[in-house]
């Protein structure tokens, strides 16, 4: 079983600066995809940031300039550091881990979800 335990969230002021961070422990064999997603009120859940195994990035285009995903793979860990925060931005952001367990089962995992809201 895989388990991710997310951190980071809180209240930022517009214009402010906050870095999620998401840890995976448990029996991996290998991570691939890792992703950011969040969900505000009466919204449905939508992606924020990827990263691949390979490092390729992919973000969407509302949070493109301002947002940063990163992972360090021996850590098995991912931060999403946010700039330039909006109050549109707020919502609850989880975690996603895609993987392997053993060569012939996969997993996919969510985090708990972290709470971000962006006001003054």
């Known amino acids: 079983q895989v388990q991710l335990v997310e951190s980071g969230g809180g209240l930022v002021q517009p214009g402010g600066s906050l870095r999620l961070s998401c840890a995976a422990s448990g029996s991996i064999f290998s991570i691939t995809d890792v992703g950011w997603y969040r969900q505000a009120p009466g919204k449905q859940r939508e992606l924020v940031a990827s990263?691949?195994?390979?490092?390729?990035?992919n973000y969407a285009g509302s949070v493109k300039g301002r947002f940063t995903i990163s992972r360090d793979n021996a850590k098995r860990t991912v931060w999403l550091q946010m700039n330039t925060l909006k109050p549109e931005d707020t919502a609850v952001y989880y975690c996603?881990?895609?993987?392997?367990?053993?060569?012939?089962?996969?997993?996919?995992?969510w985090g708990q979800g972290t709470q971000v809201t962006v006001s003054s």
């Open positions: 996603n881990f895609k993987g392997r367990i053993t060569l012939r089962q996969e997993f996919d995992s």
């Open positions: 990263i691949t195994n390979g490092g390729r990035t």
